[in-house]
């Protein structure tokens, strides 16, 4: 491949990560309404839809094309796995996706009737992914250690 598709590659790699984050920022803010809501079968009825379409329509799409091209970016410029920016990104990467995991995991728990989360912890949880998009993006921009 040519440097060409490698600039293909990561423009693709941007717009599926802006896509994930987009359903990362908001996943758990619907969780915090459902969990506010729980006694309103109506409200918690029309949430637990726009929870299945958020993660499967956006999030998790977005997530393997993210990766997925994230993965053939790394496979063309093998060196960059050398640079300490890369493994604090790579290392957020794998907390993302754990974060990802949890999201489901908490729909269907929530779709069992069980509650594993309180609106607080929701409320705490929501604020993860800017955490990791700051260790992210410093990383790629500043790339400290390179």
Do not use: D
């Not at 994930?20 to 969780?31: D, K, N, Q, V």
């Not at 726009?50 to 499967?56: A, F, G, N, S, V």
């Not at 929701?122 to 790629?140: A, H, K, M, Q, S």
């Amino acid at each position: 491949m040519n440097g060409t598709s490698y600039l293909w590659i990561k423009a693709l790699h941007v717009i599926a990560v802006i896509a994930w984050y987009a359903g990362l920022f908001y996943i758990f803010r619907l969780y915090v309404y459902h969990v506010q809501k729980r006694s309103e079968p109506a409200v918690t009825a029309t949430l637990e839809v726009m929870e299945r379409r958020l993660l499967r329509a956006i999030m998790t799409p977005a997530m393997v094309v993210a990766v997925g091209a994230g993965t053939a970016m790394l496979v063309m410029n093998p060196s960059l796995l050398k640079m300490p920016w890369m493994h604090a990104k790579l290392g957020a990467v794998f907390f993302l996706l754990g974060y990802h995991g949890l999201a489901s995991w908490t729909r269907k728990k929530f779709l069992q009737g069980e509650y594993v989360f309180s609106e607080t912890a929701c409320r705490w949880l929501n604020e993860v992914p800017t955490i990791l998009l700051l260790i992210i993006v410093i990383g790629v921009i500043v790339r400290p250690g390179a």
